[in-house]
């Protein structure tokens, strides 16, 4: 019975995959107009396999433009068949789409929409940097045809508002704006486009500092989304009113009109605003001096940011609050936290918002962001250490005392022991002064895994700590850096410290955000005029210079 339903199955995928041909060799007969209008027109399958009959066509008659409308029509059918944006298939037949059509002069379609299409498509992945790149190819690429024009100077507007450039994108936004509005206006977008428009407009003129107008438009896309009865829209503009009225310094307007938007968002999933709601109803409440309530908000923002890994720059402010919070209430395990947070959140905006880059030493720059983590993760080793001791001696005194003789005891006989090897490693020095090969190169070794590990950006290195590491006295350790790397100590170590700091800055990195002060700290100088002369004693010149020079060539 089983083998007869083996057999039964394998007959009908043969079956199938028979009709499956005769139906591709069918459609290889149809012209390329029938086969596109099927791709738009016809059932999921019949959509495939015209795609695929296209392009084999295509590539039959190696036509370069039939080939790039192959691979366009492919992605079209797979999406019309999952039901889904595939952000990677985008991707992928839009390159092939580009390769056969970025010499084409004029063309109507292409590459303009495939260049816009992976805009799109790295814009969903919150890489803004090559959404506006590919954008910007799409418009340039771009052969007057007005639809993709204004589609293209929304997308880039939208984009500069992410970075930051509120002047460029209003310049932008309003041309589609003005258009979407003309009397000649030919039929671009729907309304929920236009209400979008208005929506990313408002939050332009608002970050621009013109109140006024971001108000005026706030305004008329509320009364265009009651009047077209969308609830998305009115929420949207409700939320960007409240917004706007923590800038107009009307807090208690704040708490009137966010909290209606709320439930809707979660509903909706809209965490984006979700978060900006539980924002600015923190920074309302701190202002009215509701530090419990405005702690609820901010920490709500951070849980989200958790959740989704990405959160708008203007929302940054939360974290300086919930640390300087939890460091005044001396809770150090809550202030490391919030401070790792703003860490990570600090590294997505340097990838994805260039512009926050200028901004992110607000108070909180990240020279002191990791100074205060390691301080704070030292007080909790330490406090927590304590704990393991307070606990021990309340339940156990007596076995502690004991075991405290017994560590005392072997630090005596161990401090002797090594007193006496001391003692006649040096008096074995006085009698032979040459250091023996085996000595030499064991020390060479271990050299070698000190700078391998960085142990050099250590601000507390020494000759004597390094030495009773290296399980040797100073004598040997300071010849065999004399004869083997012909410097002192101090020069060995400073020398070490800049060839890094030069190739961090080579390799941009982010010590080239850094102060000068930043940098000798960070790689374990002092102070800065150490840091100076040891810089110029190496290269020839001031680190201030250097790092012009560096920043310019990146």
Not at 214 to 234: I, P, T, V
Not at 240 to 256: F, I, M, P, R
Not at 310 to 333: C, F
Not at 413 to 425: D, G, Q, R
Request: hydrophobic share 35%; net charge positive; aromatic share 14%.
């Amino acid at each position: 019975m089983p083998h007869k339903n083996i057999f039964i199955t394998i007959l009908l995928l043969l079956c199938v995959h028979s009709n499956y041909a005769q139906t591709l060799d069918s459609l290889l007969l149809k012209s390329y107009d029938v086969l596109s209008d099927n791709v738009y027109k016809a059932d999921s399958l019949t959509s495939f396999l015209s795609a695929k009959a296209y392009l084999i066509k295509a590539r039959i008659e190696k036509d370069s433009l039939k080939l790039a409308y192959g691979f366009y029509y492919t992605l079209v059918s797979n999406q019309k068949n999952t039901g889904i944006v595939n952000d990677s298939l985008i991707l992928k037949y839009c390159d092939s789409t580009i390769s056969y059509s970025k010499n084409l002069v004029k063309h109507k379609f292409f590459p303009s929409i495939p260049y816009a299409l992976k805009g799109g498509a790295y814009y969903s992945k919150y890489n803004f940097k090559k959404a506006l790149h590919y954008y910007l190819l799409a418009l340039e690429t771009n052969n007057f045809n007005i639809v993709y024009t204004y589609r293209l100077y929304y997308s880039i507007g939208v984009i500069k508002v992410h970075f930051g450039n509120y002047k460029e994108a209003l310049s932008l936004l309003k041309k589609v704006y003005n258009h979407n509005n003309s009397t000649k206006r030919k039929v671009l977008f729907d309304k929920e486009s236009d209400l979008l428009t208005v929506f990313i407009m408002s939050h332009a003129y608002l970050k621009n500092k013109q109140l006024d107008s971001a108000a005026y438009y706030y305004d008329q896309g509320y009364k265009e989304s009651l009047y077209l009865k969308d609830k998305n829209f009115k929420m949207f503009f409700v939320l960007g009113k409240g917004v706007w009225q923590y800038y107009n310094e009307n807090y208690q307007a704040v708490l009137d009109s966010l909290p209606k938007t709320q439930q809707y968002l979660i509903e909706k999933d809209q965490i984006a605003n979700l978060a900006f709601s539980h924002c600015f109803l923190g920074k309302a409440h701190a202002k009215l001096g509701n530090k419990d309530k405005a702690l609820l908000h901010f920490k709500k923002v951070d849980s989200l940011f958790i959740d989704e890994g990405d959160l708008h720059p203007d929302l940054r402010d939360t974290y300086p609050y919930l640390i300087n919070h939890y460091k005044e209430k001396k809770d150090y395990k809550n202030q490391l936290k919030y401070t790792n947070n703003l860490l990570k959140l600090d590294s997505i905006y340097l990838e994805n918002y260039t512009v926050i880059q200028n901004d992110l030493n607000k108070g909180f720059d990240q020279v002191n962001l990791r100074k205060e983590k390691e301080f704070l993760e030292k007080r909790l080793r330490k406090q927590k250490e304590n704990r393991f001791w307070l606990y021990g001696v309340l339940g156990l005194v007596t076995l502690i005392v004991g075991i405290l003789v017994v560590f005392i005891w072997r630090d005596k006989k161990h401090l002797k022991t090594n007193e006496s090897a001391i003692t006649e490693n040096l008096s074995r020095t006085k009698q032979s002064p040459e250091l023996s090969n085996i000595v030499k190169e064991a020390l060479l070794q271990k050299l070698a895994v000190f700078e391998k590990r960085e142990g050099y950006l250590d601000p507390k290195v020494k000759i004597s700590t390094l030495a009773k590491q290296f399980k040797t006295n100073t004598r040997y350790l300071s010849m065999v850096i004399n004869s083997c790397k012909g410097q002192n100590f101090s020069q060995y170590i400073n020398d070490l410290r800049i060839d890094y700091i030069i190739k961090q800055l080579n390799s941009g990195t982010l010590y080239q955000k850094y102060s000068i002060e930043g940098i000798s700290m960070a790689i374990g100088f002092k102070n800065t005029e150490s840091f100076s002369k040891a810089f110029l004693k190496k290269t020839g010149s001031y680190p201030s210079q250097y790092l012009k020079d560096t920043v310019k060539i990146n």
